[in-house]
């Protein structure tokens, strides 16, 4: 709740006088300012004599410094030499005042690109759903659109095109204020150059000991992770365990997702994944270290990440995390996609295509015994109607898509050759969202166009290890989403045939 923040008595204060009070450049307060909370009686008085300051009515309570912090240099746990900028209680700063460069360039994009979600505006775009600020607008009557330019003083981000608008308009902004200033708080965090100690990912277990994949709380705890006491270290954590995690919280055979009473597993998926999990979690055979007792090994297991973009750029302990769950199973990665290598050119750069590599494909095979890992920057309809990856084996195989966008209007493009050529492999395709609306409308299209040669394995809904931090998007800063918060399986449609027995007539002879 936001009361402690900010009073509805002081925003009716505002809204009466906004036409005589209009403060002078010697009144004005800076956005550096400290503004300490203020009582009813207090903000009365002052509105009656003096103009108000322009973020008077802000009352986030923010620390005072005897000093300003001056940036050191220490050595971190593991040797290396770091620079800390922020400190834990210095975290909450204005985008455009921001000491972090590269928030003061993404407020910079947010004013050229986003625009003001008052209801006074003509509408710039279609809503996406019933909550979408967007839909309040008129298309006919109205303001012309503005870009986004005012800052709320509670969360520090460009959200309205100026204060009378935003102080109009507040309860609607009040309904994301606390996390998008989290996710403020988080993103300087993440640039602040402490040490993470929670990126300090857990060492492989025994194979006797079990994983709970209940929650976050029981996996961490069970793979002997470190302990995060704090919700911010578990945000940030989870922001990149949540991709492997969503995989292997599908396909392992301790997985929550079951076929029980109220569970999301279907009758068919239980059939796909069941092939699957016989390949993750195959018998003891005897086999060890020595000539005498060796053994033939299995194919590897293929995960197909298709429209790949950050994860394929995630570092590779975290992807290591999936492989520890599996024990005696090998796995091999694809990214697939034509951002699959975006900003990481000059770490490895792209290869020529060549007959022995006809789609430059950038392979890390040093990793560990357990995974390679292969990137390809081009589209997989291409690939698969070459036959580079075929023949496909659902007990070996699985695709990923990880926020797809097969129903959003600015991407469905791509995947209308790709989607059928899916549904012909019969492998499981397991799927994600960005949010409640991302996901239905993914799932809404791909009913409404390939329901009668699809099944659905996992029925959508909220994923258990979704990550816990909040994003915002820069076109829309009130879109709040999160990584893979939705979570679904499909395949295409496997037609059994039985052979009908013929039948045969039986003649008696009647006899008089």
């Known amino acids: 709740?936001?009361?402690?923040?900010?009073?509805?008595?002081?925003?009716?204060?505002?809204?009466a006088s906004r036409s005589q009070l209009r403060p002078s450049a010697s009144l004005r307060i800076s956005p550096h300012h400290p503004l300490t909370h203020r009582n009813h009686s207090t903000v009365s008085a002052a509105s009656s004599k003096l103009s108000l300051p322009r973020r008077g009515i802000a009352t986030t309570p923010s620390r005072k410094f005897d000093q300003a912090f001056e940036p050191y240099e220490y050595v971190d746990p593991e040797g290396n030499k770091r620079k800390l900028v922020l400190t834990e209680?210095?975290?909450?700063?204005?985008?455009?005042h921001s000491p972090i460069p590269e928030i003061r360039k993404r407020a910079a994009f947010m004013r050229q690109h986003a625009y003001c979600p008052h209801p006074d505006h003509k509408a710039t775009r279609m809503p996406h759903n019933s909550a979408d600020l967007e839909g309040r607008k008129s298309s006919d009557s109205g303001a012309p659109p503005a870009h986004v330019d005012f800052e709320c003083p509670d969360c520090g981000v460009p959200v309205y095109c100026c204060e009378d608008h935003w102080a109009d308009d507040y309860e609607a902004h009040l309904e994301v204020c606390d996390v998008m200033r989290q996710a403020n708080e988080d993103d300087h965090d993440l640039r602040s150059g402490r040490f993470f100690k929670e990126f300090q990912f857990a060492e492989p277990q025994i194979e006797e000991i079990l994983t709970?994949?209940?929650?976050?709380?029981?996996?961490?705890?069970?793979?002997?992770?470190?302990?995060?006491?704090?919700?911010?270290?578990?945000?940030?954590?989870?922001?990149?365990?949540?991709?492997?995690?969503?995989i292997a919280s599908v396909i392992n055979e301790m997985s929550p997702y079951n076929i029980r009473k109220n569970g999301r597993m279907t009758p068919d998926g239980l059939k796909s994944f069941s092939a699957l999990r016989h390949s993750l979690h195959p018998p003891r055979l005897g086999g060890g270290d020595s000539w005498k007792n060796a053994r033939i090994a299995p194919p590897s297991v293929r995960l197909f990440i298709l429209g790949a973009r950050a994860e394929s750029s995630l570092p590779r302990?975290?992807?290591?995390?999936?492989?520890?769950?599996?024990?005696?199973v090998q796995f091999s990665l694809h990214f697939i996609g034509p951002e699959s290598m975006a900003n990481r050119e000059k770490e490895l750069p792209l290869p020529e295509r060549t007959p022995l590599n006809p789609f430059g494909a950038v392979v890390e095979d040093r990793i560990s015994n357990a995974m390679k890992i292969s990137t390809f920057v081009e589209y997989y309809h291409n690939m698969h109607k070459t036959g580079h990856f075929y023949p496909y084996d659902p007990y070996f195989d699985c695709f990923v898509c990880f926020h797809p966008g097969f129903g959003n209007p600015a991407s469905m493009h791509e995947w209308e050759e790709t989607i059928p050529l899916l549904l012909e492999t019969k492998v499981p395709i397991i799927a994600t969202g960005y949010s409640p609306w991302d996901m239905e409308q993914d799932v809404n299209l791909l009913e409404k166009r390939y329901g009668n040669e699809m099944d659905m394995l996992l029925k959508p809904g909220e994923n258990i290890f979704r990550s816990l931090r909040w994003d915002m998007n820069d076109l829309d800063p009130h879109d709040i989403t999160c990584s893979n918060w939705g979570l679904y399986a499909f395949r295409g449609k496997r037609y059994e045939t039985m052979k009908k027995d013929e039948e045969v007539e039986v003649h008696s002879d009647r006899t008089a």
Do not use: G, I
């Not at 402690?4 to 809204?15: D, E, F, G, M, W």
């Not at 209680?89 to 455009?96: A, E, I, M």
């Not at 975290?318 to 005696?328: P, S, V």
């Open 89 to 96: 209680d210095n975290l909450f700063h204005s985008f455009t």
């Open 212 to 246: 709970n994949m209940t929650s976050w709380d029981t996996y961490l705890y069970t793979r002997d992770f470190d302990a995060l006491n704090k919700d911010r270290e578990m945000r940030q954590a989870t922001k990149l365990l949540t991709y492997p995690m969503t």
């Open 317 to 328: 302990d975290t992807w290591m995390q999936l492989a520890y769950l599996f024990h005696r």
């Open 1 to 15: 709740m936001r009361s402690p923040y900010t009073c509805n008595r002081c925003l009716t204060v505002l809204k």
